[in-house]
C-alpha cells in the first residue's frame, strides 16, 4: 500500500497564492502517477491536476494558467495554485494511480479563498 500525507492548505485572499505538497511513503514502486483532486461542499471530488511517472501533465481547464503540478522524485508532487479565486475552495485531496490495485488518497487539506 501507499499512505500519503499532504500539507499546505489555509486560507488565503483572493489573489493569492498557495502551495500544496504531498509526500507518499509505503510501496512507491507501484505508483504510476500523482496528482490532486479537490471537492467542494455540495460537489462530486474532480480532478485537478495529474502527472505521470513520464513526466506528462493533466490540467483540468478551469485551473490552466493558474495552477502548475510538480514532481519530485518518485513520491513528491506539488501543487503550486497562483490567481487563486473563491469557486478555489475545497478540501484538496492528494492522489496516487498504482500499478494493480486501488488508488490511495491522502487526508485532504482545506484550501478556502476569501473575496
Known amino acids: 500500500q501507499v499512505q500519503l500525507v499532504e500539507s499546505g492548505g489555509g486560507l488565503v485572499q483572493a489573489g493569492g497564492s498557495l502551495r500544496l505538497s504531498c509526500v507518499a511513503s509505503?510501496?512507491?514502486?507501484?505508483?504510476?502517477?500523482m496528482g490532486w483532486y479537490r471537492q467542494a461542499p455540495g460537489k462530486q471530488r474532480e480532478l485537478v491536476a495529474l502527472v505521470a511517472n513520464g513526466g506528462s501533465t493533466n490540467i483540468v481547464d478551469s485551473v490552466k494558467g493558474r495552477f502548475t503540478i510538480s514532481r519530485d522524485n518518485a513520491n513528491q508532487v506539488y501543487l503550486q495554485m497562483n490567481s487563486l479565486k473563491a469557486e478555489d475552495t475545497a478540501v484538496y485531496y492528494c492522489n496516487a494511480r498504482v500499478m494493480a490495485g486501488r488508488d490511495s488518497w491522502g487526508q485532504g487539506t482545506q484550501v478556502t479563498v476569501s473575496s
Open positions: 509505503g510501496r512507491i514502486f507501484t505508483i504510476t502517477a
